[in-house]
């Protein structure tokens, strides 16, 4: 497989819980057969490389104790997760500039997300149980740097290994997961080094 030269793109991440009186379906529904259909033409327009939605729902969140022990991690509440990457903060700020997006995108979230902020009760399991009441905001968000490490199922090599000092080449991994292969020593992965 070619090798794939690293770029470093930046990924928006936003939680958010669906709007009262709605129901997964309904949720799942509209931002999926109609908010994607406002905004996704713009996307590509201004380069955005890629737009997901996730929907945490019930029958999801019941599976989650059979990946992680719930006493060592806590569950998101967020009934969707949406991810946008883009090359540049310029590209999506130009989505958000255009004119269709502030007149027709812009507020459609009020058809969908809970705009009002929520309680959450917390369960403190220790020598007895306290129940703690959390008013926290409704939605959440992030932006940060993706390293792509898997895609479509591939392991995605990069170029040069040491352009971010995270990335992992497992070309260079033997059958048992060390490093060694092909001349590199475990002291060299994940040092950042410039060529002379």
């Known amino acids: 497989m070619a090798a794939i030269k690293e770029r470093q793109l930046l990924c928006l991440t936003m939680m958010g819980y669906m709007k009262e009186g709605l129901t997964e379906e309904q949720l799942c529904d509209f931002q999926v057969n ?31 104790p059979r990946l992680f022990d719930p006493r060592y991690v806590e569950y ?26 502030m007149e027709r995108i812009s507020k459609d979230h009020l058809n969908f997300a809970d705009r009002t902020k929520r309680t959450r009760l917390v369960l403190l399991s220790l020598p007895l149980t306290i129940v703690v009441r959390l008013t926290l905001p409704l939605s959440s968000m992030t932006l940060g740097f993706v390293h792509e490490i898997v895609h479509e199922g591939k392991v995605v090599e990069i170029e040069d290994p040491h352009t971010i000092a995270c990335t ?28 002379p």
Not at 34 to 51: A, N, P
Not at 178 to 192: C, H, L, P, R, W
Request: charged fraction near 25%.
């Open 34 to 64: 109609q908010h994607t259909r406002l905004i996704s033409g713009l996307m590509e327009k201004y380069g955005v490389l890629r737009y997901t939605i996730t929907h945490n729902t019930k029958q999801t969140r019941a599976l989650l």
């Open 76 to 101: 998101s509440d967020h009934d969707f997760v949406v991810r946008i990457i883009f090359p540049s903060l310029e590209a999506f700020e130009q989505v958000k500039k255009d004119p269709f997006y």
């Open 168 to 195: 992992v080449n497992n070309a260079a991994l033997d059958e048992f997961g060390n490093f060694g292969k092909a001349g590199i020593e475990s002291g060299d992965v994940g040092e950042t080094s410039q060529a």
